[in-house]
């Protein structure tokens, strides 16, 4: 068993979308590790994102996840990391599988509803951004 990170994006909070987000996640086996609603400053956007920082569009993207709250979780499932990005689907929407989160709750490319992080390693470092070793249960 090992675990993934992830964070309902700000566009996902807005339209309202937690609750069924969430549903998909559980009915799809992961257990929830640690969980909260909270709101990423810009410090932490940029350094959460920091392997992006000379991309065109990362200001775009520090001033999307930074716009409103977030729900931000670790979750547990054997091959979580990869069995999680399956679930959410390709980042881009318009390219995203049916079923997939993003295909179902995303807009755009850019406010695509869920984050999964893209190996074991960054699950560690992001879950370790947002929780506490209290906070994981
Ligand atoms: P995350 O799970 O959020 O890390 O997405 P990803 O791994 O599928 O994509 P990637 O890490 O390459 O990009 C991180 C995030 O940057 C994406 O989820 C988008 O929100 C945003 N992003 C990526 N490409 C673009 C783009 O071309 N334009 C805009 N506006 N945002 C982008
Ligand atoms: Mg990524």
Known sequence: TNRTFTMLKPDAVE?????????????SGFRIVAMKLTQMT???????YSVHNE?????????????GPIVAAILEKENAVND???????????????GTIRK???????????HGSDSDENAAIEGAFHFSGREMF
């Not at 339209?15 to 009915?27: C, D, F, M, V, Y």
């Not at 810009?42 to 959460?48: R, V």
């Not at 179902?104 to 869920?114: F, K, L």
């Open 42 to 48: 810009k410090a932490d956007a940029e350094a959460f």
């Open 15 to 27: 339209n309202g979308h937690i609750g069924a987000i969430l549903e998909k996640i559980s009915a």
């Open 55 to 67: 991309r065109p569009f990362f200001g775009e993207l520090v001033e999307f996840m930074t716009r």
């Open 104 to 114: 179902m709750y995303a807009t755009s490319m850019g406010e695509n509803a869920v």
């Open 84 to 98: 999680f990005r399956t679930l959410i689907g390709a980042t881009n929407p318009a390219d995203a599988a049916e």
